[in-house]
């Protein structure tokens, strides 16, 4: 019963806001983010599943989405953006600023 | 070339500033410049050893582990920086009154280097890491450009350290009698800024989700980051005061709260001690 709880307690922990948000997925590679387009949906949590397809690490970072992540080299992480507003939010991969460039449209 | 100088520049600027501020906040104190330096040693230590884990430090708490420990890291810095204002307005006055009677500030000056070389580390092994991260992937990828990412590397920390250098100078210019209080005020502020930042890798780790609403924006004034003079100035003052081109209010709350919680500690420290002085005047 208390492992019970505890595990229903670390789950409310680990499992915070972004459980329900829809994922839009966008992929690395040769250093450019497929698609560069992202469209996500106003006023509520979302989640981008980032897969680096590169063989080195990109660092997604965004001051207007207010989020910076690292990903590994053939690796995946989740990118997850606050409730935006409608509009236009550029993102770029800061290590290769030159070509990984891209933009969240809140709809 | 162009691309490492401007990373390794960016990411510089942001340690060495805080470098610069500890060092002026320390000045008279011996051994000071042996504590940074450990700092600094550690600090790359730990940028190599969080490149090198990047991968899996991300996978960890249901992948929000890279925000938590940055969030952590952060924290850690703010409760060094913190300690080391209250300490100081209790202990160090002597220090600031009068550069000539060092001696007998010595000790207490000494205590909080442990507390400032911990801020220095972790202000190099966070901007440290994306430098490692940054500089393998060119590396790896071999070829011509190799030696010319080096070079565009080598001159972006010469000028990261140049303007690091020149606020240093400037702090130094201060009168003695107030670079106490400048350098406090200078800590508070980058302690806020700091706690500020980490509220940001909380909401992004999902685990603060209220007051998420910017509340203005002046990145048409000042933008936070860009190309050009005023994104690197932005960026500084984004390193030194925390300044966010469009806060939002949990990040504006937690810049408040840093800011009066140590103003108000340091108030109350500075005036125990006082208190205790005037009770046992053979005490000093």
């Known amino acids: ?107 | 070339m162009l691309p490492a100088l401007v990373i390794v520049f960016r990411e510089a600027i942001e340690a060495g500033l805080i470098v610069g501020i500890v060092l002026a906040a320390t000045r008279g104190v011996p051994n000071r410049g042996l504590w940074v330096a450990y700092g600094v040693v550690a600090g790359v230590a730990g940028a190599c050893a969080v490149a090198g884990f990047a991968g899996r430090l991300a996978n960890l708490f249901h992948g929000t582990g890279q925000e938590l420990f940055n969030a952590s890291v952060l924290g850690l810095a703010v409760l060094m920086l913190a300690w080391h204002n209250i300490w100081m307005s209790s202990h160090g006055r002597a220090l600031a009154a009068d550069l000539k009677k060092v001696g007998a500030a010595v000790a207490s000056g000494e205590r909080t280097l442990t507390a400032l070389a911990i801020v220095v580390g972790v202000a190099v092994l966070r901007e440290g890491s994306e430098v490692v991260l940054f500089l393998y992937g060119i590396a790896s990828q071999g070829g011509t450009t190799q030696s010319a990412m080096l070079v565009g590397g080598g001159l972006g920390l010469l000028g990261g350290g140049a303007l690091s250098a020149l606020m240093y100078l400037g702090l130094l210019a201060v009168p003695p009698g107030r670079l106490f209080a400048v350098t406090s005020a200078l800590i508070t502020l980058l302690a806020a800024g700091m706690a500020s930042q980490a509220t940001l890798f909380l909401q992004q780790a999902g685990y603060l989700n209220a007051l998420l609403t910017p509340l203005w924006d002046t990145s048409w004034l000042l933008p936070q980051e860009g190309p050009g003079i005023a994104g690197i100035l932005g960026r500084m003052m984004h390193t030194l005061v925390g300044y966010t081109d469009s806060p939002d209010g949990a990040q504006l709350i937690a810049y408040a709260a840093t800011v009066l919680a140590i103003g108000v500690l340091m108030q109350i420290a500075g005036r125990t001690h006082s208190r205790s002085h005037r009770a046992v005047p053979h005490a000093a």
Not at chain 1, 19 to 37: I, M, Q, R, W
Not at chain 1, 49 to 77: C, I, M, P, R, Y
Not at chain 1, 90 to 107: K, L, N, Y
């Open chain 1, 1 to 107: 019963m208390r492992v019970a709880v505890f595990l229903g307690f670390a789950c409310l922990l680990a499992a915070p806001a972004f459980a329900d948000a829809p994922a839009a997925s966008v992929t690395l590679k040769g250093h450019k983010f497929l698609p560069a387009e992202i469209h996500v949906r106003a006023n509520q949590p979302n989640v981008i599943a980032l897969t680096n397809g590169d063989d080195t690490a990109e660092e997604f970072d965004s001051t207007a989405l207010k989020v910076e992540k690292v990903v590994a080299g053939h690796d995946s992480g989740d990118v997850r953006l606050r409730p935006l507003a409608p509009g236009r939010y550029p993102f770029m991969g800061e290590f290769h600023s030159d070509t990984a460039q891209g933009v969240v449209i809140a709809e």
